[in-house]
């Protein structure tokens, strides 16, 4: 079976893959958001999504230190590694301590950061490309829109496992933050592909876009105040 699916939260594709290995399919491999799964006795596996330096590669060392615990490596993917650990050996967690794990999140959130900018360069380079006239510049731009949002998203979910983490270390509450709400994000990008292209585009398009952007903007509004309380 094949399952199409692109995760920005490691902690949403960990659980994906445990609740798939639980109905009878273990992930076999993984390409470009394509995930190969065959059939297995249900839960016989657990799955972690690990993050590693290394672009595309682990050392030796990581791969030697999976061995001696049991783990198979099913699949690195950028920085991200799958792996794999029978369910009779016991409990599968890679970071068990506040500490470690404080410190896997923040090269999670680092990475997300610098993703984000290069992907905003882009867009902003995509955008350009379509006011130039480049038919194949628009779509490709919306592509990239939707990757930034998921990345600002998926930011904001490990500061908050951060934030959790670092309560449970000092046992004392963390401030509440207010976080922005993604409609405003969206509805802020989308005013300025509007005012960027408006050479480009009728004025009807961009009044269009441009009061959807200002719903969003304003139900963000909302949704950013009401999670304060």
Known sequence: MIKFKLYFDKDAETAWLNEMCAQGWAMQSFFAGLYFFEKCEPGKYLYQVDFREKFFRVTEEYRELMNDMGVTIIQNWGYWVILRKDAKDGAFELY??????????????????????????????????????????????????????????????????????????????????????????????????????????????????????????????????????
């Open 96 to 229: 068990t301590d506040a500490e470690s794990q404080i410190e896997h999140y923040t090269k999670i959130r680092n990475m997300l950061k610098a993703v984000t900018i290069l992907e905003l360069i882009c867009f902003f380079i995509e955008v350009m490309a379509a006011c130039a006239g480049n038919a194949f510049a628009l779509p490709f731009s919306g592509v990239i829109l939707a990757i930034v949002i998921a990345m600002l998203n998926a930011t904001v979910k490990t500061n908050e496992a951060i934030d959790r983490l670092k309560e449970q270390q000092s046992g004392i509450p963390a401030a509440k933050k207010r976080n922005i709400s993604m409609l405003m994000a969206i509805g802020l990008l989308m005013n300025s592909c509007a005012l960027i292209m408006q050479d480009s585009i009728s004025g009807y398009i961009k009044l269009t876009v441009q009061i959807i952007a200002i719903v969003f903007m304003l139900v963000g509004l909302w949704q950013t105040c009401r999670k304060k309380a």
